[in-house]
């Protein structure tokens, strides 16, 4: 079920072959070792035979500099996870938990649905995929009429929305909600 499994981002990472270790959360786990069987995950999440791997998930959920050493410590290129919410913050925008837990100087987004994201390390054996598919506009966390507003302030910006637009899988109600936001 695509509404509650990441299915096409399992068929993405299929199809493209990002380097792995592949790191999932709680959510997707049991799912991508069956989705995903001929492919490296940092962790199978099912809950009785790996248990301790509970702390550290927890942890790397709740601080980005935790998380940023388990992905070098485990030599984690590749991430996919639930599109995080997001917080309204006073007078400067929207919380970009994306950002804080994967810098864009060493992460690029190259896939979203409904539910989830992927993201990639950059790193060469990922050059390719993320030349190809990376989004640097459209960031799924943030509301679509924020990303659509920001883009005409900066009147640059708009050519890559469009681009990205172009591109993204309209059946993605974010996509979906963004270009028609864009063409009014």
Known sequence: DERLFPVAAARFIETMRPAPNLYHTFTFGAYLVWGLRDYRLFGDTRETPFRELTDLYRRAYASPVVARALHERYAINALLVPIPGTARIADLGWRDVIEEFTPRTDWALVYFDDISLLMLRRVPENARIIAEHEYTVLRPNIPADWTVRSA?????????????????????????????????
């Open 152 to 184: 005409r302030r900066a009147a640059k910006d708009t050519g890559a929305l469009r681009a990205e637009l172009s591109r993204c899988d309209g059946a993605v109600r974010y996509c979906r909600l963004a270009g028609e936001l864009l063409s009014r």
